[in-house]
């Protein structure tokens, strides 16, 4: 349950004011097809946390606990200084011929590819050697993220402070990272 949690939340916050959040808006804003999109996301968002708890699930047996640990060290370092960068307009896609189930499926799994969400989410399956459960609740997760965007579009950028929980997020990520890895390195008592 630690896994379906951890990452149910990581992803969600790690999501929020992320890439693929700006593309999914883009997206339902061109479209106009929130089904659609949302059926897309939902495709990509579920393939790219397989692919990641797959690997997660590959990797974890061959590492001992606390290189396990420190890998999901890494992990959160790496999502929690993510999300400290100013996050890069996504191309919109305009001109894919595809339509708006497809065209949100393969960007956004594109996008998605190796990101700090995916990142956070083989880190959790290697660490906890629960590989579904970390999965889910990161696919879960990143559709939490990715809904409001597609749902609200503008709004949300009104209605949420995106930096301020950029800038949270991020403190929880790097604090969460560092002491993973002061423990996992041995370096407390």
Do not use: E, H, Y
């Amino acid at each position: 349950m630690d896994a379906l949690l951890t990452a149910l939340l990581g992803c969600l916050l790690g999501g929020i004011g992320d890439k693929s959040q700006l593309l999914a808006l883009m997206l339902s804003a061109r479209f106009r097809s929130d089904g659609a999109v949302i059926a897309g996301a939902a495709l990509a968002v579920a393939a790219n946390a397989t692919l990641a708890a797959f690997a997660g699930a590959l990797i974890g047996p061959m590492l001992g606990s606390q290189a396990r640990l420190l890998f999901l060290a890494l992990a959160l370092l790496m999502l929690g200084g993510g999300m400290l960068w100013p996050v890069k307009q996504p191309d919109p896609l305009a001109d894919w011929p595809t339509g708006p189930f497809l065209t949100s499926a393969l960007g956004l799994f594109i996008l998605g590819f190796g990101d700090g969400p995916q990142f956070l989410i083989l880190g959790i399956a290697a660490r906890t050697a629960d590989p579904v459960l970390a999965g889910l609740g990161g696919a879960l997760g990143m559709m939490a993220a990715l809904i409001p965007a597609i749902l609200l579009r503008d709004q949300l950028t009104r209605a949420i402070p995106l930096r301020a929980i950029r800038i949270g997020g991020a403190a929880i990520f790097l604090a969460s990272g560092l002491g993973a890895a002061v423990s996992a390195l041995g370096l407390t008592d």
